[in-house]
């Protein structure tokens, strides 16, 4: 679907490079630009490695992309990147606040002078800040830690750096949404709307959804709980006689359908749970009749009644079985989920193509970005 499209990436590590293989899983002709010798950090942030040597982190991140090496406080460097940008349809940084503008390669500049191109920035605490983002320090500073974790546990992170790919995705859909605009209009887009500003901080924030709406309706703080729900009962973890399972309760209907498949006629008939309401007044006798029926029978009985009573419910599965079940390759990692995309390209040696690049420019990628 982006066919044709130009994207230079000076982004590393998780965030930026989301973005960027997002558009080159879409179509476009993403070219990474990175350090000389060492390149994107996550390159060495292993084991495991690669028969080729890589990092299995810098390779989730990084298919469909070319590389090219280049120094930033090389003029040479400096003037081949600035003819690049100024070919491109959209450049996407994660560099800390005047980095690139002390090098003269300030995007105010380029997007003046070229009419066309989007700009987007990905920072940790907003365009005004300085300091560098990592998902860890936003995940504590925006309440995910505090919500995370057993009640009476310590707080706990997240066991993906989901904020930076919140915000890689805050960034790709910001991209698209700027693209689609400059295809409608048949003048130019202000500049101001093509300069695009992404943070983890505000994608961590947005992303608190109905927790926040929680605290925002009731004036109360947020708290942990663990494996169960703030607003839904039984919407949580239980035991059974050989593994875990979780049952998510979302309506009335199926709670009362939950009860029967689980054989507690008792709480299916009792007109003080048959409301949400009226559940999570009695969360804990709710919960403890559940866990004490689940115990006397392997999960396997149990989701076969549930399922075919139209309980939502499942097995807690590890990561090699979720990847026994999904498309997926140890070089080009777990296939994209969004319709109409497409592995075309592994992710590439440092700079693999920084040869073609230097001679051909943009011209290195084959006519409408594919390879």
């Known amino acids: 679907m982006l066919s044709g499209l130009k994207v230079l990436d000076f ?3 998780l965030a930026g490079p989301l973005c960027t293989m997002m558009l080159g899983d879409l179509g476009a002709a993403v070219l990474k630009v990175e350090r000389p010798e060492s390149g994107d950090e996550t390159r060495g942030w292993g084991p495991p490695f690669d028969e080729r040597g890589e990092s299995a982190y810098f390779l989730g991140v990084n298919r469909n992309k070319k590389s090219l090496a280049a120094d930033l406080d090389d003029a040479d460097d400096r003037g081949l990147l600035r003819r690049l940008a100024a070919d491109a349809d959209v450049v996407v940084d994660n560099f800390r606040p005047g980095s690139l503008e002390r090098r003269g390669l300030d995007p105010a500049d380029f997007l003046a002078r070229h009419p066309a191109l989007l700009w987007c920035t990905i920072t940790g605490f907003g365009e005004h800040s300085d300091r560098p983002g990592y998902d860890f320090v936003v995940q504590a500073e925006r309440g995910w830690m505090a919500i995370t974790g057993e009640p009476d ?5 997240v066991g993906v750096a989901l904020a930076d790919v919140v915000a890689g995705k805050d960034a790709t859909i ?7 605009a400059r295809g409608r209009r048949t003048e130019a887009l202000p500049a101001d709307r093509r300069r695009l500003h992404v943070s983890l901080s505000q994608s961590a924030a947005a992303a608190l959804v ?4 929680n605290v925002l309706v009731s004036g109360r ?3 942990r709980w663990g494996n169960a729900h703030a607003n839904l009962v039984p919407y949580q ?3 059974t006689a050989d593994r875990p399972i979780v049952i998510a309760v979302g309506s009335d209907a199926q709670w009362r359908a939950c009860a029967l498949a689980l054989d507690i006629p008792a709480l299916a008939d009792d007109a003080g749970l048959a409301t949400n309401a009226g559940r999570l007044a009695r969360r804990d006798e709710v919960v403890r009749a559940i866990g004490a029926r689940l115990r006397t029978a392997p999960a396997a009985h149990w989701l076969a009644r549930l399922d075919a009573a139209g309980v939502p419910a499942g097995r807690v599965k590890t990561v090699l079985e979720t990847l026994a079940e ?3 390759s140890p070089l080009t990692g777990v296939a994209p989920s969004v319709p109409g995309t497409a592995v075309r390209l592994p992710p590439p040696l440092l700079d693999e193509h920084g040869p073609s690049i230097r001679k051909g420019g943009w011209g290195a990628f ?3 970005g594919h390879w």
């Not at 546990?153 to 992170?157: I, T």
């Not at 910001?174 to 689609?180: D, G, K, P, Y």
């Open 11 to 13: 982004t590393r590590v």
């Open 174 to 180: 910001a991209i698209l949404a700027a693209l689609a």
């Open 210 to 213: 109905n927790v926040a709406q």
């Open 221 to 223: 703080d947020a708290l």
């Open 237 to 239: 973890l239980f035991d």
């Open 153 to 157: 546990g310590a707080p706990m992170k």
């Open 326 to 328: 999904v498309e997926a």
């Open 366 to 368: 084959a006519p409408g």
